[in-house]
């Protein structure tokens, strides 16, 4: 999950709605690729809600469109040295 910062409005309200599981971590699309970085992962890229859904060519405009709430990290795992 993004942090409150990096939310739009409706992702901030879906946090901030009470029940189900509670959300533990929040961290930047920047300290995750830091976080991969430092257990061997390369060439991370964050791809947000919006983004996977563009690149589907699926769009919405009701209450269902993607919000900016979480990213999806896509990273490669680097090469034992020889």
Do not use: N
């Amino acid at each position: 999950m993004l942090p409150a910062l990096d939310r739009d409005e409706t992702g901030d309200a879906y946090v901030a709605a009470e029940g189900g599981e509670p959300w533990r971590t929040f961290l930047s699309t920047s300290d995750m690729a830091a976080l991969l970085g430092r257990h061997g992962f390369t060439k991370t890229r964050a791809v947000s809600q919006r983004e996977s859904v563009a690149e589907t060519q699926w769009s919405r405009t009701d209450t269902l469109c993607p919000i900016r709430l979480s990213a999806i990290a896509l990273a490669v795992v680097s090469p034992a040295p020889a």
